[in-house]
Nanobody
Framework: VQLQASGGGLVQAGGSLRLSCAVS????????LAWFRQAPGKEREFVAA????????AYADSVKGRFTISRDYAKNTVYLQMNSLNPDDTSVYYC??????????????????WGQGTLVTVSS
């Protein structure tokens, strides 16, 4: 399984960005696909996840109502739409995949496959 993240950049506070994660190399029906982020000097933290085949979505409290995770079957791509960005959202964002949706969807250690990361910088 290969994951290729893109879409990061510099944005002003209050602005929006959409991250993309192209997924290839497997059959993903039961997979959990997630976004994590890691700021300098901090641990990697969960942002959002979905079950590729549908029926499961989850968000960190810090992004609820501002971020939306979605997928496009035809393009084999997972998106993270980020609105109302603030400087605290500045991080490297990673997409990740694991073979099934579990109760531990928010734990980075559960994920077997990772993309390379894309930097999001929010200026005040």
């Amino acid at each position: 399984v290969q994951l290729q993240a893109s879409g990061g950049g510099l944005v002003q506070a209050g602005g929006s960005l959409r991250l993309s994660c192209a997924v290839s190399g497997g059959t993903f029906t039961n997979y959990a696909l997630a976004w994590f982020r890691q700021a300098p000097g901090k641990e990697r933290e969960f942002v959002a996840a979905l079950r590729w085949g549908g029926g499961r979505y989850a968000y960190a409290d810090s992004v609820k109502g501002r971020f939306t995770i979605s997928r496009d079957y035809a393009k084999n791509t997972v998106y993270l739409q980020m609105n109302s960005l603030n400087p605290d959202d500045t991080s490297v964002y990673y997409c990740a995949a694991q073979g099934s949706w579990t109760v531990n969807y928010g734990s980075a250690s559960e994920y077997d496959y990772w993309g390379q990361g894309t930097l999001v910088t929010v200026s005040s």
